[in-house]
């Protein structure tokens, strides 16, 4: 009458001393206990914050920077590349005449929404000038909304 | 027992001494349970509050004092306040009867053991209406489990508390404690009994691996879901005492108690007070234990619990209560 299931998956055989549980209880307290006494290289990986900061990896993206030339002059030549590719739309650029010979505008205002800003990176990808980076910066910090717009002095000195 | 002022007033010295102390213990343990779990997970734990973080236990208090109290919609209010009353003073009133050290407990009890036993159970009423009363469905299931196994596991530590006083013939835990001090403790007579009392015990006060009433990953809290403030804090600091009664039971019973093993306890208060020091650091290391092994293992699926109890804790405790019999009866025949 009843049919043996072809499907059963086989229950897999477990000696008599697994049964016990207590050796597999005995050898799990014994690895906590080196974890415990920080023996076999377990080591804290706390970092103790406003005493020690994290290392930042190489590459980290944070705050942006405008680059500036040898004369002192900021690269950015206002093509609006970062601004049209930047996914989350938090930068904003009006251009105005540059007074120099060798490009024709340069921004007059470069802003960007820090609280908007996904930190991706397309904005230095993008940029045909390598004028824009993102820096190793990573403590955003303001007390209003206002200040989390960065603009164009901020982004220079950065 | 004790009718003259001198008595009842020495009674009353002893009764603030021993309380204050379990309460000092009870949350320095919450503090230890917290920096021992951040060890084996290579953190640092609380570190802030005081000199190495000592007084975050004194933070916690404050802050559950200073919490608003959310009494749900529908619940069954005096049940509700109730209830965390119930988890905690049996867990206090039950460590009166334990002897701290020689000849020094609150109440000394002919019938020590039993009354142990029987004030520890009264625990799951707490637990269980603080579930019923709460109204929600998550403090209910974590009721019903925990009352279910408390229940089973009740049987299988009273068994092996029995095959304990076959040897030591006597139900009055000071006499325990002075007849493993002649003898030798009970942990080499009755390694299956300890076992099984200690498993048992981890079950009782609804630690990992058997926290089936809290349970987080499933139940949210279990029974104390919906508690806030002190409430929820009656139940969490009524958890470590029992925690401590527990281990208290064990050291007393299988651990030698008071015993300092290596030497003859002096005559007067000296060793009286060395007889404390022992029963505190076994005490303490018991703990450790407790500590220790919740942050070492997984829990236990629900029926693997109940399987556990009565399929394999039961009948082994009554093996070996008959096994005790027959050797306890062989060797008074012959001796
Ligand atoms: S990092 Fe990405 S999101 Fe941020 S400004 Fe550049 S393009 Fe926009
Ligand atoms: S892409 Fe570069 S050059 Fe163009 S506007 Fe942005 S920063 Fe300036």
Redesign the pocket.
């Known amino acids: 009458m009843t049919e043996e299931n072809k499907n059963k998956p086989e229950r897999p055989r477990r000696s008599w001393s697994f049964l016990l549980y207590l050796p597999a209880v005995a050898k799990g307290l014994f690895n906590t206990l080196l974890h415990i006494l920080k023996l076999k290289g377990h080591k804290t990986f706390t970092v103790q914050y406003p005493e020690k900061r994290q290392e930042v990896r190489p590459g980290f993206r944070g705050e942006h920077r405008l680059k500036v030339d040898e004369l002192g002059r900021e690269k950015?030549?206002?093509?609006?590349?970062?601004?049209t590719v930047c996914p989350s739309n938090c930068i904003d650029?009006v251009a105005e005449e540059a007074p120099w010979e060798d490009r024709d505008k340069r921004?007059k205002i470069f802003e960007i929404d820090m609280l908007r800003c996904i930190y991706c990176g397309m904005?230095e990808e993008?940029?045909?000038?390598d004028?824009?980076e993102l820096t190793e910066k990573l403590y955003t910090v303001s007390t209003s909304r206002a200040e989390m717009i960065y603009d164009k002095e901020k982004l220079l000195s950065n | 027992m004790n009718d003259n002022p001198q008595g009842i007033l020495m009674g009353a010295v002893r009764a603030v001494a021993i309380f204050g102390g379990i309460m000092t213990l009870a949350p320095m343990l919450v503090m230890a349970e917290r920096r021992i779990c951040a060890a084996i997970q290579n953190r640092v734990g609380p570190n802030r509050v005081g000199p190495m973080g000592l007084l975050q236990p004194l933070a916690d208090v404050i802050k559950l004092l200073f919490k608003e109290e959310i009494i749900p919609d529908r619940a069954d209010r005096t049940l509700f306040s109730l209830a965390p009353l119930l988890a905690f003073a049996p867990a206090a009133i039950s460590f009166v009867a334990i002897p701290v050290g020689r000849d020094l407990q609150v109440a000394d009890l002919n019938v020590g053991v039993l009354y142990v036993l029987a004030i520890t159970s009264l625990g799951v009423y707490g637990i269980s209406f603080g579930g019923w009363a709460s109204n929600s469905k998550y403090s209910l299931l974590g009721g019903i489990r925990s009352s279910a196994q408390i229940i089973s596991y009740e049987i299988a530590m009273g068994l092996a508390i029995v095959s304990v006083l076959m040897i030591s013939g006597n139900i009055h835990l000071g006499s325990i404690v002075e007849w493993q001090a002649e003898n030798g403790w009970i942990i080499f007579y009755q390694p299956l009994a300890f076992i099984i009392f200690l498993v048992a015990a981890f079950a009782e006060n609804n630690r990992l691996p058997f926290d089936m009433a809290e349970c987080e990953s499933e139940l949210v809290g279990g029974f104390h879901t919906e508690y806030t403030g002190m409430k929820f804090g009656m139940f969490f600091l009524g958890e470590y005492i029992a925690m401590i009664v527990m281990s208290s039971l064990l050291v007393t019973l299988f651990l030698g108690g008071w015993d300092p093993v290596f030497f003859d306890l002096p005559e007067g208060a000296a060793g009286t007070a060395i007889s404390v020091l022992c029963f505190t650091v076994k005490l303490l290391a018991v703990l450790f234990l407790y500590i220790w092994v919740r942050w070492t293992l997984p829990r236990f699926r629900y029926d693997q619990l109940m399987k556990l109890g009565w399929k394999a804790f039961v009948p082994l405790a009554l093996l070996n209560i008959v096994l005790t019999g027959i050797v306890v009866s062989l060797l008074t025949e012959t001796g």
């Open positions: 950015c030549v206002a093509c609006l590349m970062c601004q650029i921004p904005c993008a940029c045909p000038c004028a824009i």
